[in-house]
């Protein structure tokens, strides 16, 4: 069975105080790999989409990374407007569906 | 804009009720989802539909029931057989070139 794991569950950072994310996942062939953000009583908003090992997408001081068997989310001096939960989600090949990992609460604290 | 529009945004329903989700979406893509969403846990597929008049169940059907009579909208009803319907509701489309989800902003449901 396809499976997303993501860690750590909960992130408390300070302001400017860098670290990363992580997502693991089990999967028989990969179609793609994305991470959402998610604020609070909203709908995931997209953010990046990864399609084989060794590809990096970046966004403001988001950086996304993938390997065969894990990708990180690398935030850079975090500011306290990123705080907010981070899903990772997994989609295989002839298949609509996507798989969700449970997510990762960012609190970035000025 | 285009998007994806969920309503009501909360909805409180007493046991016994079957309530109906609505979900529109003006941005053409022909498949759309419903995901329901728990605190500490991932999204959940419920039903998605790939086409008009065409649906498939997902990991946790039991108890929900979809349509899909136009391409622009797929409801879920929320039927008394869901034994603990509380949650946050996630609607999505597709697109199909890059297969990322839109998703829409989400009807938190409250059994009282």
Same mark, same amino acid.
């Given at each position: 069975?396809?499976? #997303? !794991?993501?860690?750590?569950?909960?992130? *408390?950072?300070?302001?400017?105080?860098?670290?990363?994310?992580? &997502?693991s996942y089990t999967v028989s062939g990969l179609r793609g790999l994305f991470w959402y953000r998610q604020d609070p009583g909203k709908g995931p908003e997209?953010?990046?989409?990864?399609?084989?090992?060794? =590809? =990096? /997408? =970046?966004?403001? *001081?988001?950086?996304? !990374?993938?390997? /065969? /068997? =894990?990708?990180?989310?690398?935030?850079?001096?975090?500011?306290?407007?990123d705080s907010a $939960?981070?899903? &990772?989600?997994?989609? #295989?090949?002839?298949?609509? /569906?996507?798989?969700?990992?449970?997510?990762? $609460?960012? $609190?970035? *604290?000025a | 804009d285009g998007g994806i529009t969920q309503s009501p945004k909360y909805l409180f329903r007493k046991e016994g009720q079957n309530v109906t989700l609505s979900c529109e979406q003006n941005l053409n893509h022909d498949a759309m989802y419903w995901?329901?969403?728990?605190?500490?846990?991932?999204?959940?597929?419920?039903?998605?539909?790939?086409?008009?008049?065409?649906?498939?169940?997902?990991?946790?059907?039991?108890?929900?029931?979809?349509?899909?009579?136009?391409?622009?909208?797929?409801?879920?009803?929320v039927t008394s057989a869901q034994k603990n319907p509380t949650a946050f509701y996630l609607c999505a489309s597709i697109t199909g070139a890059t297969g990322e989800l839109f998703f829409g902003e989400g009807s938190r449901l409250t059994v009282l």
């Amino acid at each position: 069975e396809d499976q #997303v !794991t993501q860690s750590p569950e909960a992130l *408390r950072l300070q302001e400017g105080e860098s670290s990363s994310l992580n &997502c693991s996942y089990t999967v028989s062939g990969l179609r793609g790999l994305f991470w959402y953000r998610q604020d609070p009583g909203k709908g995931p908003e997209f953010l990046f989409t990864l399609y084989s090992a060794g =590809e =990096e /997408k =970046e966004k403001e *001081r988001l950086k996304a !990374t993938l390997t /065969k /068997k =894990e990708s990180f989310l690398h935030i850079t001096a975090p500011k306290p407007e990123d705080s907010a $939960t981070y899903l &990772c989600a997994v989609r #295989v090949p002839d298949d609509y /569906k996507l798989s969700f990992g449970a997510g990762t $609460t960012v $609190t970035v *604290r000025a | 804009d285009g998007g994806i529009t969920q309503s009501p945004k909360y909805l409180f329903r007493k046991e016994g009720q079957n309530v109906t989700l609505s979900c529109e979406q003006n941005l053409n893509h022909d498949a759309m989802y419903w995901y329901r969403q728990d605190p500490g846990q991932g999204l959940r597929l419920i039903y998605y539909s790939q086409i008009v008049n065409d649906f498939q169940k997902g990991d946790i059907a039991e108890g929900y029931s979809v349509s899909r009579e136009k391409k622009e909208s797929f409801p879920l009803t929320v039927t008394s057989a869901q034994k603990n319907p509380t949650a946050f509701y996630l609607c999505a489309s597709i697109t199909g070139a890059t297969g990322e989800l839109f998703f829409g902003e989400g009807s938190r449901l409250t059994v009282l």
